[in-house]
Structures are given as structure tokens and as C-alpha cells.
């Protein structure tokens, strides 16, 4: 139980972590300059940065529904199947809400046909 919780710390931290470069990247976009006339590249960097934008809040609310399920002690539950999410897919992807089972279309097609 101890190593399970101390487990769920150590992703807790690089949730905490990955928020953090979220929240950087949000500031660097907000400084984009309205009146730089650079031309073409300005403008496609702005698009970029506008898509990145987009992205990050994203990102955000992801983030944002990780953290609740880590408090309510969800977040090692597949909110498909209620079955438990492996440690392996939540420290590859820690804003997972779902089992690979349920995330993958097939999988699930498959079981509904059953
Ligand atoms: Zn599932």
C-alpha cells in the first residue's frame, strides 16, 4: 500500500511538472507582439502560437481533471469499465481517464457485439 502511494506522489509531481510547462507555454503565447512587421513569418508564427494556444488550454483541462481524479482517488480507475488503469499507460500519458481497453475504438466495438 505504501509503494502504491508513493507511486501515485511520484506522479503527482510530474503532473505538477507537466502543468508547469503548460503554464510557461501559456505565458510565452500571451507575449506574442500584436505590432511586429515582420511579414510572413511573423504571421505564421502567430498561427502557430494561436494553435498552440488552443493546445495548451487543452492541456489545461485535462490537467485540471487528472488532478480532481487524484483526489478523489479515482485516478487509478478506468471511468469506462470502472477496472483499474495501468501504472504503465498513466505515466505514459498521466491525464489518462480510461483503460487501453476503453480507449481504443476496436476494443470497445468488440465488446459491445458480445
Ligand atoms: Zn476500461
Not at 63 to 71: E, P, S, T, V
Not at 72 to 80: H, I, L, N, Q, S
Request: with cysteine; hydrophobic share 35%; net charge neutral.
Amino acid at each position: 500500500m505504501r509503494q502504491a502511494r508513493a507511486e501515485a506522489a511520484g506522479l503527482a509531481d510530474s503532473l505538477m511538472r507537466q502543468w508547469d510547462g503548460v503554464v510557461e507555454a501559456a505565458a510565452l503565447t500571451a507575449n506574442d507582439d500584436e505590432h511586429d512587421p515582420e511579414g510572413p513569418t511573423i504571421a505564421y508564427e502567430r498561427e502557430r502560437l494561436q494553435a498552440m494556444r488552443e493546445h495548451v488550454r487543452g492541456e489545461l483541462t485535462d490537467l485540471d481533471r487528472a488532478a480532481q481524479r487524484l483526489r478523489d482517488g479515482v485516478y487509478w480507475t478506468c471511468e469506462g469499465c470502472g477496472g483499474p488503469i495501468a501504472a504503465a499507460r498513466l505515466s505514459a500519458r498521466p491525464t489518462a481517464r480510461t483503460c487501453i481497453g476503453c480507449a481504443s475504438p476496436s476494443t470497445a466495438q468488440t465488446r459491445y457485439r458480445r
